[in-house]
Nanobody, 120 residues
């Protein structure tokens, strides 16, 4: 059994900052890529940022220069530092991780999401 638990969402004014965390726990052998996705009301879920075990990163154009993804492999945790937030960043943010469990089976796991609301 594997769980991803997000934290750090909330309400912030435009121009403010938030830091999201996502910790993976359970029967984990290894974790490949970890990432953050978001889904705004009435829109499809979209990739925000992704990071490899070696800390190579990729960002959506809409967040480049404002968001920073990082990870702590020892803690099986991924972070998303969000600065200069805009109302259009309002969404439920989901953590994703490509995890291999101890039986050797690998699949994508998702957190339940954390709401980020940016007021204008």
């Amino acid at each position: 059994q594997v769980q991803l638990v997000e934290s750090g969402g909330g309400l912030v004014q435009a121009g403010g900052s938030l830091r999201l965390s996502c910790a993976a726990s359970g029967n984990i052998a290894s974790i490949n890529a970890m990432g953050w996705y978001r889904q705004a009301p009435g829109k499809q879920r979209e990739l925000v940022a992704i990071i490899t075990p070696g800390s190579d990163t990729n960002y959506a154009d809409s967040v480049k220069g404002r968001f920073t993804i990082s990870r702590d492999n020892a803690k099986n945790t991924v972070y998303l530092a969000m600065n200069s937030l805009k109302p259009e960043d309002t969404a439920v943010y989901y953590c994703n991780a490509q995890i291999t469990i101890r039986t050797g089976y690998a699949m994508d796991y998702w957190g339940k999401g954390t709401l980020v609301t940016v007021s204008s």
